[in-house]
T-cell receptor
Framework: AQRVTQPEKLLSVFKGAPVELKCNYS??????LFWYVQYSRQRLQLLLR??SRESIKGFTADLNKGETSFHLKKPFAQEEDSAMYYC???????????FGAGTRLAVHP | EAGVAQSPRYKIIEKRQSVAFWCNPI?????LYWYQQILGQGPKLLIQ????????DSQLPKDRFSAERLKGVDSTLKIQPAKLEDSAVYLC??????????????FGQGTRLTVV
């Protein structure tokens, strides 16, 4: 079965500290993975996708097929990074999009 | 470009009442999704349309939930009758099936439903 697991409900760090938000998935085929972010009072929006292999707002994520992981990383957290982060997997011929439970990142001054 | 529009933003109803939500996707997007997001959980896919056909409704509680997408554009999601456990944010999203943003889902602001 297709599943996305985000083991941490809350990640609390101080400004300038490194951040790693964990995401593991289960999928039998070749997955396409995404990170979505929801800032306070804003809509859910795409942060990055694994196939683009780019850095957005200082965040990067590498797909590790051996460990079935797609962890989100940033070397130096900023207060404006505080938000809910959702890992998502796209599967099937009709682009079904499945989300994890989300991790709240709180960056303290 | 204009984003995904949803209405209403908030709705409070009593259990056993009916409610309907409306979604207008981004122009040209063939795929439309309805998600249910219960507090503290990630979005759960209820139903997915491609144009005006349903491609996945495996997690839609069909005894009380229904959705339609007439003419392959706007969509409505209805709950009849509502239960307390239906309290959630209902998210609509859309995506294109071609071009550089193929398959990327863009979300609306959501409708927060409270059933009392």
């Amino acid at each position: 079965a297709q599943r996305v697991t985000q083991p941490e409900k809350l990640l609390s760090v101080f400004k300038g500290a490194p951040v790693e938000l964990k995401c593991n998935y289960s999928y039998s085929g070749s997955p396409e993975l995404f990170w979505y972010v929801q800032y306070s009072r804003q809509r859910l929006q795409l942060l990055l996708r694994h196939i683009s292999r780019e850095s957005i707002k200082g965040f990067t994520a590498d797909l590790n097929k051996g460990e079935t992981s797609f962890h989100l990383k940033k070397p130096f957290a900023q207060e404006e990074d505080s938000a809910m982060y959702y890992c998502a997997l796209r599967s099937g011929g009709y682009n079904k999009l499945i989300f994890g439970a989300g991790t709240r990142l709180a960056v303290h001054p | 470009e204009a984003g995904v529009a949803q209405s209403p933003r908030y709705k409070i109803i009593e259990k056993r009442q009916s409610v309907a939500f409306w979604c207008n996707p981004i122009s040209g997007h063939a795929t439309l999704y309805w998600y249910q997001q219960i507090l503290g959980q990630g979005p759960k896919l209820l139903i997915q349309f491609q144009n005006n056909g349903v491609v996945d409704d495996s997690q839609l509680p069909k005894d009380r939930f229904s959705a339609e997408r007439l003419k392959g554009v706007d969509s409505t999601l209805k709950i009849q009758p509502a239960k307390l456990e239906d309290s959630a944010v209902y998210l609509c999203a859309s995506s294109s099936i071609s071009g550089p943003f193929q398959g990327l889902a863009f979300f609306g602001q959501g409708t927060r439903l409270t059933v009392v």
